[in-house]
C-alpha cells in the first residue's frame, strides 16, 4: 500500500520466544484492524474514541519494530537487546496511555500535565528512533528540521518569524493532538489500509498472484517484445493489490526482469521498464495505495469519487509505457515468447475467478454502494476467502492465512512507523503556523503566475521525495503547497493528484529512487542508465499533472463529449510523443524526425478540449503527425523494417 521499507531493511534473527511474541502482535494488529474496518464496534454499541484504537495500533506496531528491527545491521543475529526490550515496554505504555485516558484526555487537551510531556517527549523520540530503523535517515532528518524550527520560529526573519511554543507544549501537542501523532495520516492506515493490506496478502495466499502472472503472460507474451509487455502488465495488476512501487518490483521483477534479458534487452532498458510499470501501481484503480485514501480524507469525497478521476490519467501512464515498450521493441528487432511455453488465456480465465471475483466486489461496494473503504476491504478479503474454498487447488490452509496476516502485520507497521513521523512533522506545522506562511511565500515567489507556482510544486515534490515513500511526501505537500494551488484557481482534486504524481516520480527520479534501485540491482545493471531510461518511459507522468490541471476533462470534470475527446487526443499524442522519443516510427528517426513527433504529440497532448482554437490544433498536431509518419515509409521499404 506504500512504498514498502520492509522490502530492503534489516530483520532481526529472533529466538523461539521473541520470534512467537513478534508473529502474535503482527497478528494482533492485523486482526485489530480487520475487525475496525468492518465497524465491529458500532454493530456491539460501544463508544471508543478513534484515538483509543490508534494508541492501540501504535503501541502493537512499536513494540514489534523495537523486537524484529534492529538498530544496526551487525545486531541482526544476537537476538533482542535489552535496551530494545525497554524501547518496546515504553512504547506499549504510551500507547496503552492513550486508549486507558483518552476519554478524560479529550475534554483536557489544552492541560500541560507533567506526564503529559514526559511521555510526548519519549513518543517523540521511540518515533525517530521506529523511523530510522525501518526508512533511513532522510525523513528522520525532514522531521527534526520541522521540529528544530517549530521551537526556534521566533529567531527567523519575515514571514517565518513565529511565536515559539514552549517545548512541553509542544511535546503534549504532539502526542495527543489529533492534528499530530493521532491525525489523519495514522488514521488512514490503521482504519483503512489495514484490510487492504490483508486483502492482498489474502488473495496471493489463495493463488492470485499466479493469476496475475500467467494472465499477462497468456495476452502479452507472442507479440514482439513480449516480456517486456507481461512486465507492464503484471505491474498494473500487482498495483491493483499492493499500490507499492518497491513492494511490486520486488514481487515480479526477479521474474520478469530476466525474462526481458534472455530476450534481447539490455539490462538498463529492463530495469527501467519494471520500475517504471511497477511505480505505476500506486496510480492504478481499484487500490492505489495510503495516498489516495488520504486525498479522500483530506479533500472529504468518497473513495470511489478519488478512483474516477484517476482512472484516464493512470491509462495515459501505461500507454505510454506500453508504447516506448513495443517501439523499443520493434527498433531492436525484438521477437516473443515461444507460443509452446505460454499458458492459455482460455484456461487462465477459467481459474481467474479467484481474482476477478474479489476485485469485483470491492468495485462495486466501494463506488456503488458507497461503503467505506475499510468495510469494502474486508469485503473482498471475505470474497476471496470464499471463491477459494469453493476448489482443492485454491483452498488455503491455515498456516497459509496465519502467514498472510502476519506478513499484512509486517507491513502495516512499516505504514504505522512512517504516518507515525508525518503526524510528528504536520504537528509541528500546526502548531508553528508555517502551513499557512509557507502558501503565502510560495504565492509570492510564483508572483501569481499559476505555470510557474505548478513548477515549482512539481519540483518540490521530487526534491523533498528523494528516499521518502509517496504517501508521505503528499501528507507533507498538501499541507504546505496545495492551499496555494488552490488559491490560484486550481480544482481541489486536480491539485492533489498533481501532488500525488509528482511524490510518485520521486520513485524513478534520479538520484535517489528507490524504485529504480530494487530494479537496478535485480538486473544488475548501471544504475544511472536505469534511472535516465526510467525517466523517459514515464515522461508522461512528468506531463499528465499539467495537462489536467489545465483540461480538468482527464479527470472527467466536464461533459462526454469533453472528456472523449480530451482522453483521445491526449492518447493518440502519447503515442506520437513516444515514437519521438524512442526515435522509431515504421523506421528508426534522425534527430529532425524525433523532434517533429515530439512537438505534434506535445501539441495533441495539451490542446484545449473545447473552442475553435482546440478543434484547430488538435487538427493541426494530427496533420503534422500523420505526415511525418507517411514520410517514413519509403524509409521502412528501404531499410525492410516492418510497419
Known amino acids: 500500500m506504500s512504498d514498502d521499507p520492509s522490502a530492503t531493511r534489516t530483520t532481526r534473527r529472533l529466538g523461539p520466544a521473541a520470534r512467537a511474541l513478534e508473529s502474535t502482535l503482527l497478528v494482533t494488529l492485523t486482526i485489530l484492524g480487520a475487525l475496525w474496518g468492518l465497524e465491529l464496534q458500532h454493530f456491539l454499541g460501544l463508544a471508543i474514541f478513534n484515538e483509543q484504537y490508534l494508541g492501540l495500533v501504535f503501541a502493537l506496531a512499536m513494540a514489534a519494530v523495537f523486537i524484529g528491527v534492529p538498530a544496526r545491521k551487525g545486531e541482526d543475529r544476537g537476538g533482542v537487546p535489552w535496551h530494545d526490550w525497554i524501547a518496546a515496554a515504553l512504547a506499549v505504555a504510551c500507547g496503552l496511555y492513550v486508549t486507558v485516558h483518552y476519554p478524560e484526555i479529550a475534554t483536557t487537551l489544552g492541560s500541560i500535565e507533567p506526564e503529559r510531556w514526559v511521555l510526548g517527549l ?68 490503521a482504519s483503512v489500509i489495514v484490510p487492504f493490506i490483508l ?3 489474502v488473495l496471493y495466499a489463495v493463488g492470485g498472484d499466479r493469476f496475475l502472472t500467467d494472465f499477462a503472460l497468456a495476452l502479452m507474451g507472442r507479440y514482439r517484445g513480449g516480456p517486456a509487455k507481461v512486465s507492464v502488465v503484471a505491474s498494473s495488476l500487482f498495483g491493483t493489490t499492493s499500490g507499492s512501487a518497491v513492494s511490486n518490483v520486488v514481487m515480479d521483477g526477479p521474474i520478469t526482469i530476466p525474462m526481458m534479458k534472455r530476450t534481447g534487452y539490455p539490462a538498463h532498458l529492463a530495469a527501467g521498464i519494471e520500475a517504471v510499470a511497477s511505480t505505476g501501481g500506486q496510480i492504478m484503480p481499484p487500490v492505489m495505495g495510503i495516498t489516495a485514501f488520504l486525498i479522500a480524507e483530506y479533500l472529504s469525497i468518497s473513495y470511489g469519487a478519488v478512483v474516477i478521476a484517476a482512472v484516464l490519467p493512470a491509462i495515459l501512464y501505461y500507454v505510454a509505457v506500453f508504447a516506448q515498450v513495443d517501439l523499443e521493441a520493434a527498433k531492436r528487432g525484438l521477437g516473443g515468447i515461444d507460443a509452446a511455453r505460454l499458458p492459455r488465456l482460455a484456461a487462465v480465465m477459467r481459474n481467474g475467478w479467484v481474482f476477478i471475483v474479489p476485485v469485483s466486489v470491492l468495485l462495486v461496494a466501494l463506488i456503488e454502494l458507497g461503503w467505506r473503504p475499510g468495510k469494502a476491504g474486508m469485503a473482498a478479503v471475505f470474497a476471496t476467502l470464499a471463491v ?46 508555517l502551513s499557512f506562511n509557507f502558501s503565502v511565500l510560495l504565492l509570492s515567489a510564483a508572483a501569481g503566475e499559476l505555470l510557474l507556482l505548478l513548477v515549482l510544486t512539481a519540483l518540490a515534490c521530487i526534491v523533498l521525495g528523494m528516499g521518502l515513500p509517496t504517501g508521505v511526501i503528499y501528507v507533507l505537500l498538501a499541507v504546505l503547497v496545495a492551499p496555494a494551488l488552490t488559491q490560484l484557481g486550481v480544482a481541489p482534486i486536480a491539485a492533489h493528484l498533481f501532488l500525488f504524481y509528482f511524490g510518485m516520480m520521486s520513485m524513478i527520479t534520479p538520484p535517489i529512487c528507490l524504485a529504480t534501485y530494487a530494479a537496478a540491482a535485480i538486473a544488475r545493471a548501471d544504475f544511472w542508465r536505469t534511472g535516465w531510461t526510467g525517466m523517459r518511459l514515464g515522461v508522461v507522468a512528468y506531463i499528465v499533472p499539467f495537462a489536467f490541471v489545465c483540461q480538468p476533462a482527464l479527470l472527467f470534470e466536464g461533459t462526454a463529449i469533453e472528456v472523449a475527446l480530451a482522453f483521445a487526443s491526449a492518447a493518440i499524442g502519447v503515442i506520437v510523443l513516444c515514437m519521438g522519443l524512442v526515435g522509431y516510427a515504421r523506421a528508426p ?27 484547430g490544433l488538435h487538427a493541426l498536431g494530427l496533420a503534422v503527425a500523420g505526415a511525418a509518419y507517411a514520410l517514413q515509409r519509403p524509409r521502412a521499404a528501404r531499410s525492410g523494417t516492418p510497419a
Open 122 to 189: 519519549v513518543v517523540i523520540g521511540l518515533v525517530i528512533e521506529a523511523t530510522r530503523r525501518c526508512a533511513g535517515w532522510s525523513l528522520v532528518a525532514i522531521a527534526l528540521v520541522f521540529l528544530a524550527y517549530a521551537l526556534s520560529s521566533h529567531l527567523f526573519p519575515g514571514a517565518l518569524n513565529m511565536p515559539s511554543p514552549r517545548w512541553q507544549r509542544l511535546a503534549a501537542y504532539l502526542y495527543l493532538d489529533s492534528n499530530a501523532l493521532f491525525g489523519t495520516p495514522l488514521d488512514v492506515t
Open 199 to 201: 486483502f492482498g496478502r
Open 388 to 433: 477459494a474454498l469453493l476448489r482443492a487447488d485454491t483452498r488455503p490452509s491455515a498456516a497459509r492465512l496465519v502467514e498472510a496476516m502476519r506478513e499484512a502485520g509486517r507491513t502495516t507497521l512499516d505504514l504505522v512507523v512512517i504516518t507515525a513521523i508525518a503526524g510528528l512533522v504536520i504537528g509541528t506545522l500546526q502548531i508553528s503556523g
Open 589 to 615: 528517426l534522425g534527430a529532425v524526425g524525433r523532434a517533429v513527433f515530439v512537438a505534434a504529440g506535445m501539441l495533441l497532448f495539451f490542446a484545449p478540449a473545447e473552442g475553435w482554437l482546440g478543434l
